[in-house]
């Protein structure tokens, strides 16, 4: 006899009073990522919202500078890599297997929606590189994202405070690349905004795909 996986079996990635939330949420980042990549597309110079919100000249002194070069280093390979196979321990350690599916698809997916957007939108900053979205933000927010996804079920949060919990854990996340990007001259602001954006609409996804999946297969009752 068979039956379907059960809410008290295998935890889901995407908490149950969180789905309907994330879902809107990642709709409406869709719209943003694509408004402002036909916005931008083929531009090679900041528009006027990233003229507001970039810091006067790009400019910071030390230690700030050296804070945002160690924020850089992780959307680089060897940092990146470094904090993904923390989070995949983690997992492995609790026996969550649903969540490693969910941590390694997640990941590939948000790199591979900042890449296509890149080549789509044709934005360009510092004579001719790829700016928008911004690769590094939508990793580092869709990291944080799954891993405040994960904590909330976990703990088995409600909708208020684990609403809360994403938030915070995505917004600094977020903000932090976000401001290392733009200090350094690697984006500008609103690659940063598409990037973060990008991190919702591919964790959305992957989240909801993974956990039907998982749902509709069939498990033997012991």
Same mark, same amino acid.
């Given at each position: 006899?068979?039956?379907?996986? #059960?809410?008290?079996?295998?935890?889901?990635?995407?908490?149950?009073?969180?789905?309907?939330?994330?879902?809107?949420?990642?709709?409406?980042?869709?719209?943003?990522?694509?408004?402002?990549?036909?916005?931008?597309?083929?531009?090679?110079?900041?528009?006027?919202?990233?003229?507001?919100?970039?810091?006067?000249?790009?400019?910071?002194?030390?230690?700030?500078?050296?804070?945002?070069?160690?924020?850089?280093?992780?959307?680089?390979?060897?940092?990146?890599?470094?904090?993904?196979?923390?989070?995949?321990?983690?997992?492995?350690?609790?026996?969550?297997?649903?969540?490693?599916?969910?941590?390694?698809?997640?990941?590939?997916?948000?790199?591979?929606?900042?890449?296509?957007?890149?080549?789509? #939108?044709?934005?360009?900053?510092?004579?001719?590189?790829?700016?928008?979205?911004?690769?590094?933000?939508?990793?580092?927010?869709?990291?944080?994202?799954?891993?405040?996804?994960?904590?909330?079920?976990?703990?088995?949060?409600?909708?208020?405070?684990?609403?809360?919990?994403?938030?915070?854990?995505?917004?600094?996340?977020? #903000?932090?690349?976000?401001?290392?990007?733009?200090?350094?001259?690697?984006?500008?602001?609103?690659?940063?905004?598409?990037?973060?954006?990008?991190?919702?609409?591919?964790?959305?996804?992957?989240?909801?795909?993974?956990?039907?999946?998982?749902?509709?297969?069939?498990?033997?009752?012991?």
């Amino acid at each position: 006899m068979t039956r379907r996986s #059960a809410p008290g079996g295998v935890p889901a990635v995407l908490p149950r009073p969180l789905r309907a939330w994330l879902g809107i949420a990642a709709a409406l980042a869709a719209v943003v990522v694509v408004s402002l990549g036909v916005l931008y597309a083929g531009r090679d110079r900041p528009g006027q919202v990233d003229v507001w919100a970039a810091p006067v000249g790009n400019d910071v002194s030390s230690p700030w500078r050296q804070l945002a070069l160690i924020l850089d280093s992780l959307g680089e390979p060897l940092g990146s890599a470094a904090l993904v196979v923390a989070a995949l321990a983690g997992s492995l350690l609790l026996r969550w297997s649903r969540a490693v599916v969910f941590i390694v698809v997640g990941v590939g997916v948000t790199v591979g929606a900042a890449t296509l957007g890149k080549h789509l #939108a044709g934005r360009t900053i510092h004579g001719g590189n790829l700016s928008y979205p911004s690769g590094h933000t939508a990793f580092f927010t869709a990291l944080a994202l799954m891993v405040a996804l994960l904590a909330a079920g976990r703990l088995r949060l409600g909708r208020a405070a684990g609403t809360l919990l994403v938030c915070v854990v995505t917004l600094v996340a977020g #903000a932090a690349m976000g401001w290392a990007q733009v200090v350094l001259g690697a984006h500008y602001p609103t690659d940063v905004l598409g990037g973060w954006c990008t991190a919702w609409v591919a964790v959305g996804a992957t989240a909801w795909t993974v956990d039907g999946l998982a749902n509709s297969t069939p498990a033997k009752v012991t």
